[in-house]
């Protein structure tokens, strides 16, 4: 039997092409439902405050930066969205004096337009934005030169090749309404891929490349980060792929409540934990990494209850 057409854009793969009782499995999970899902390879980690969740975000990038020295750099991967643990790296590093010169930081996507990666000045740049509320924030004396920045452009070649003989000892991550990390969207539905997704198989040989974005996740950056205003949005990116996140020692998802819903926080734990994996849902595919963290604020997690609003 051929799979649903997506209820969101009949023209691409998402989680509405899902077998209804995986949906449902997933709405109905409560918190502690959601924490019994942890199991070898994957660990689900529940904070209270918001203080405590961005904190501990901040400090993954410490741990990383801490491992690094010259001989053996080590680096971090992480996203804007969120964003709010970046500013606290900054002050972390400042207040506590760490020189962090051999560490490395890779970002994870960048918006694409008019054949290539937009410039750091325009307003919804990723660069800009680790550079502004991180990076330049960092005394000059206790920051990485510029050479270890590494930010994903057009020309995907150099981004890729920076991974070698560096140890990446964790990629973060936000997770969007489409469920992807990074803009690891769902595929489109056409060619061989008409009638079923791309086998998992196939999807993990992605590496950083220029993708276009399912039209969930320009609605969601409309929202998130333009006021709505979804005509500025660009409708493709250039993003770290499933190539390099197998690279990454450790996979660290950060879930605050004010990226994905409660339905979709639900519906990859359960996908996750119990290794259900499909590319229609993109980070299904964490099912098969060695190490993947997710870590909830509490107070984000939310019901699938029916409310009228």
Not at 168 to 176: I, K, L, R, T, Y
């Amino acid at each position: 039997m051929p799979r649903k057409l997506s209820a969101i854009a009949p023209d691409w793969w998402d989680y509405t092409t899902l077998e209804n009782d995986l949906v449902r499995e997933a709405s109905e999970l409560t918190p502690a439902k959601m924490k019994s899902l942890s199991r070898p390879g994957f660990q689900v980690k529940f904070y209270d405050t918001l203080e405590d969740f961005y904190l501990a975000e901040a400090l993954e990038y410490i741990d990383a930066w801490q491992q690094s020295t010259a001989d053996n750099p080590v680096g971090i991967c992480g996203p804007i969205g969120p964003t709010e643990q970046l500013p606290l790296v900054a002050r972390l590093v400042n207040e506590l004096g760490l020189d962090v010169r051999s560490g490395h930081f890779w970002g994870m996507d960048e918006w694409y337009h008019e054949g290539r990666e937009v410039e750091p000045d325009h307003p919804l740049s990723f660069e800009r934005a680790d550079r502004d509320l991180c990076f330049r924030r960092i005394r000059k004396r206790l920051r990485m030169p510029d050479a270890q920045l590494h930010f994903p452009k057009s020309d995907v070649k150099p981004y890729r090749e920076s991974w070698e003989g560096v140890r990446c000892a964790v990629m973060q991550g936000g997770q969007g309404d489409v469920k992807h990390w990074a803009f690891n969207d769902p595929l489109p539905r056409r060619g061989r891929y008409r009638h079923e997704p791309p086998p998992p198989s196939v999807y993990r040989q992605l590496g950083t490349r220029v993708v276009d974005l399912h039209p969930l996740t320009i609605a969601q950056n409309a929202r998130t980060s333009g006021g709505g205003n979804i005509s500025m949005v660009p409708t493709q990116a250039v993003t770290v792929g499933p190539v390099e996140t197998w690279k990454a020692e450790k996979v660290s998802i950060w879930h605050a409540g004010t990226h994905d819903n409660p339905f979709g926080q639900r519906l990859t734990t359960l996908m996750i934990g119990k290794k259900v994996i499909d590319s229609s849902v993109p980070m299904s595919l964490l099912g098969e990494h060695p190490n993947v963290q997710f870590n909830f604020y509490r107070g984000g997690i939310g019901s699938c209850t029916v409310e009228m609003h």
